[in-house]
């Protein structure tokens, strides 16, 4: 479009930047205002009609001077040279098929078709990768009535080249089929019939192709929009009723803690798993909620790191009594605001470590209340088939240790 | 020696808060709360033990790490964050981050942990420890792995009970180790995550466009 305003007195300059061999067929292009792939095109076939093209383009060579760069890529264009190529190649197998034999006219008939299709095709797609418009916008250049006057130069631009492609197309079309007179009536009928779907799909695929993408993006816009939307309200449900609550008892600092803590919790668990279906009745899974009950209850924060993972059945229902067990008489007993919480999952065996830093206690003098809940939960697992360990010390805190055997996880 | 510290998140509240924390036990050489400035000031600053944040509008953490590295190699990570999504850690991790430690940490074990890192180690928080055990879980049994794609016994048993919640030298008291064989234990860990190719962490590494 740049080159309108750049014309001098001789229009034609190699391009350095847009070139296959060159530059000779882009500057010859540009300077006639024409796509290069057209020019370059008409070049191959007359290389192919005994060798004009060569000599031209050599002299081209020599006699045109450079043009300084400008940024355009070639890749498009050499996908649509070859394209167009092997279209040509396969219709000619199909005219030898069909026992068509081709006159050179014929074969000029198939020159002036490739051109049209090559102008409607780039009409469509226009060149540059990414910054493609819409088919409702192309249509919209094409029909309705352009603002400025770039947009109007642009409208008549599209317009003309579309006229001259179908002219093109349909001229050659024709003239193919009437020149191809050697064959007979069926052939003649099929080849026809070949020559038109092949025309039809070249000159409205462009356009299709670009209708089916729309409609893709569309599409997933509308999904992206419903995602957020979705986002919105679940943030709106939790979040935003959790900092209004805040907001409004400022001062029961405990109660503002939890608070935010079970919103953490949650907000957590939803980031991991939106819709709520992954792990439903996994081991790890009720440990959880064993741990968020503790917190919530008690105030404090249960820190749980989980390897591995299996199905929650009766069996490891004491393991899960036993951890919350453990977990609660941290809660009260230790001092601290954090209890850890580890389990694995193994082959063989679950182990489950409830671990504080607390106060600890001396393991061969309990108090009676203590001793209590250390035998509630060493009775349960060995009832179970399992075992428990207590292990503290005064100052240094404690950690219950919980195996279950015979287990066999499934998957990591 | 106070250590030089370079503090990188997004969030200027926390930012603050880290540095108020860690105020007297290390040096702050300066903060940054986007990737471009944060790399260039780095780079210029040199600290010895840079802050990052996982999430960071435009590139997240991993790309400083990167970044960095490759400008100014000498300079080490430690990833600090309140994300506890696997693939987020393990891609800090992979890029060369040398510990991971959630936002929870008390100043006083902060300010260990950079130490740490100064010193060359690998910090592990329990949380690390149990993805670590996760990616390589199957351990033994898993023939056909080379010896980066899998942990030793002794690896397995360290980094359980860093996953337990023990220290460094909870763990060699336990384990009947030093101090410093538990270290050795555990950057030997960080190195295989950099550099396994187990399928779990190529995974991880994929979706994050890491390799």
């Known amino acids: 479009m740049t080159s309108v305003g750049n014309r001098r007195m001789l229009p034609f300059r190699r391009r350095a930047d847009d070139h296959l061999l060159g530059g000779v067929a882009a500057g010859l292009a540009r300077g006639l205002g024409l796509d290069p792939i057209v020019v370059r095109i008409t070049f191959v076939l007359l290389a192919a009609a005994g060798g004009v093209g060569v000599v031209l383009y050599a002299a081209g060579l020599l006699l045109l001077p450079e043009e300084p760069p400008h940024q355009r890529s070639t890749g498009d264009d050499v996908i649509r040279t070859v394209g167009i190529a092997a279209a040509a190649v396969v219709l000619m197998g199909l005219a030898r098929a069909a026992e068509v034999s081709l006159t050179r006219a014929a074969v000029w008939a198939m020159v002036l078709m490739a051109v049209g299709a090559l102008v409607l095709w780039r009409t469509a797609i226009p060149e540059g990768g990414d910054a493609r418009p819409s088919v409702r916008e192309v249509l919209e250049r094409v029909l309705s009535a352009g603002r400025g006057e770039g947009d109007r130069t642009g409208r008549a631009r599209t317009l003309a080249r579309i006229a001259v492609g179908v002219l093109l197309a349909t001229s050659g079309f024709v003239a193919f089929v009437t020149l191809s007179s050697s064959a007979g009536a069926i052939g003649r009928g099929l080849l026809a019939g070949t020559v038109a779907a092949v025309g039809i799909g070249l000159l409205v695929g462009p356009w299709l192709w670009r209708l089916a993408s729309d409609l893709t993006a569309e599409r997933r816009e509308r999904i992206r929009s419903q995602e957020r939307a979705d986002m919105a309200a679940h943030l709106h449900d939790s979040v935003l009723q959790t900092l209004t609550l805040i907001q409004r008892h400022p001062e029961r600092s ?159 | 020696m106070t250590v030089r510290v370079f ?79 696997a693939t987020d850690v393990i891609a800090l991790i992979r890029a060369g981050a040398r510990g991971y430690v959630t936002k929870n940490i008390s100043g006083a074990e902060l300010a260990e942990a950079i130490e740490r890192v100064a010193a060359g180690d690998a910090v592990f928080s329990p949380r690390l420890a149990g993805f670590v055990l996760d990616a390589f879980g199957g351990g033994l049994a898993d023939t056909g792995h080379s010896e980066l794609d899998q942990l030793t016994p002794r690896e397995r048993e360290v980094l359980r009970h860093i996953a337990r919640g023990y220290t460094y030298r909870e763990t060699a008291a336990e384990l009947g180790i030093s101090a410093k064989t538990v270290e050795t234990h555990v950057s030997a860990v960080l190195r295989k995550l950099q550099l396994s190719n187990r399928r779990e962490l190529t995974r991880w590494a994929e979706s994050r466009r890491l390799i």
């Not at chain 1, 503002?256 to 939803?270: D, F, G, K, P, S």
């Not at chain 1, 193994?346 to 489950?352: G, H, L, T």
């Not at chain 2, 435009?58 to 999504?85: C, H, K, M, N, Q």
């Open chain 1, 254 to 412: 405990d109660e503002v803690v939890r608070l935010a803590r079970r919103q953490e919790r949650e907000l957590r668990t939803w980031l991991k798993d939106p819709d709520g279906d992954m792990g439903a009745g996994t081991l790890t899974q009720r440990l959880r909620t064993v741990a968020d009950q503790i917190e919530d209850d008690h105030g404090i924060t249960v820190d749980t790191v989980f390897v591995g993972d299996t199905r929650m059945d009766e069996d490891l229902r004491p393991l899960l009594q036993a951890t919350g067990e453990a977990l609660r008489n941290a809660a009260r007993h230790a001092g601290v605001g954090e209890v850890s919480m580890y389990a694995e999952v193994e082959a063989d065996v679950v182990e489950v470590f409830v671990r504080d830093r607390g106060s600890g206690f001396d393991t061969t003098r309990l108090p009676a209340d203590r001793r209590g809940i250390a035998e509630s939960i060493r009775a349960r697992m060995s009832r179970a088939g399992g075992s428990a360990e207590v292990r503290s010390e005064p100052g240094h805190g404690t950690e219950v240790q919980l195996r279950m055997p015979g287990h066999g996880g499934d998957g990591r």
């Open chain 2, 7 to 85: 503090v990188v998140d997004d969030h200027d509240l926390f930012r603050a808060g880290v540095k108020a924390e860690l105020e007297g036990r290390v040096e702050i050489v300066g903060d940054a709360s986007e990737v471009q400035p944060a790399i260039e000031m780095i780079v210029e600053r040199r600290p010895d033990v840079a802050l990052i944040d996982v999430h960071m509008p435009g590139g997240g953490g991993w790309t400083v790490v990167e970044e960095v590295r490759r400008l100014a190699p000498d300079v080490r990570f430690l990833a600090l964050s309140v994300s506890d999504a």
